[in-house]
Nanobody, 126 residues
Framework: QVQLVESGGGLVQAGGSLRLSCAAS????????MAWFRQAPGKERELAAG????????YYVDSVKGRFTISRDNAKNTVYLQMNSLKPEDTAVYYC???????????????????WGQGTQVTVSS
């Protein structure tokens, strides 16, 4: 059974930073793309950042470009999301997810994720 466990969320003032971690078990992530989604109250879930299995292709939603950095440490089977210059509109529950298909090289819109973490709350105060 694959498990994804997020950590690192919390309450931070605007302009501050947080680093989210997602530790995977039951599947070696080195062959799989990973992603961070977020869902704010009353809004649909959105893909915030994604990283391909090779690490060569990375996606960011426009609203986080230049502020967030997704990375992976395959030796630790962990993916990270470094969030800097946080804004109140970044407040959301953040979820990590793993691609269903190994060595996927298509577009991010075509990715299917088969396992999700339980989520970690990020709250940015103004």
């Amino acid at each position: 059974q694959v498990q994804l466990v997020e950590s690192g969320g919390g309450l931070v003032q605007a302009g501050g930073s947080l680093r989210l971690s997602c530790a995977a078990s039951g599947r070696t992530i080195s062959s799989y793309g990973m992603a961070w989604f977020r869902q704010a109250p009353g809004k649909e879930r959105e893909l915030a950042a994604g990283i391909a299995w090779s690490g060569a292709r990375i996606y960011y939603v426009d609203s986080v470009k230049g502020r967030f950095t997704i990375s992976r440490d395959n030796a630790k089977n962990t993916v990270y999301l470094q969030m800097n210059s946080l804004k109140p509109e970044d407040t959301a529950v953040y979820y990590c997810a793993i691609n269903r298909r190994p060595y996927y090289s298509g577009t991010y819109s075509g990715v299917e994720y088969d396992y999700w973490g339980q989520g970690t709350q990020v709250t940015v105060s103004s």
